[in-house]
């Protein structure tokens, strides 16, 4: 059986994958949310590519941007992660052969 910190991604790129998702939905680009959230655009370029680690603050910051309450993006986080998990924890049981 695969170890779970194998199967599952690492929770920066799961949180990158996530915001990406809120910014696309919404039409905006990296330029309008980086302003708004007066963070870099090259940083938040890389907290949504899962290169860097956003502070509470930081990640607070896009949120408000993005008008989305972080609750509800830590709760989608949350339930990918989640998933990963379940399916490295699914076990793979041989047929005995006949």
């Known amino acids: 059986m695969r170890n779970v910190?194998?199967?599952a991604p690492l929770m920066r790129e799961v949180l990158g994958e996530s915001l990406r998702e809120q910014r696309t939905a919404q039409g905006r680009t990296l330029r309008e949310v980086s302003q708004d959230a007066r963070v870099s655009l090259g940083?938040?370029?890389?907290?949504e590519r899962g290169q860097k680690e956003a502070?509470?603050?930081l990640l607070a910051a896009i949120c408000g941007a993005l008008?989305?309450?972080?609750?509800?993006v830590?709760?989608?986080v949350s339930q990918r992660?989640?998933?990963y998990e379940t399916v490295a924890l699914?076990?793979?049981?041989p047929v005995a052969a006949a």
């Open 67 to 72: 008008d989305v309450p972080l609750s509800i």
């Open 90 to 93: 699914l076990r793979v049981v």
């Open 74 to 76: 830590l709760d989608d």
């Open 5 to 7: 910190r194998d199967a």
């Open 81 to 83: 992660l989640a998933s």
């Open 55 to 57: 502070s509470s603050e």
């Open 43 to 47: 940083y938040l370029s890389e907290i």
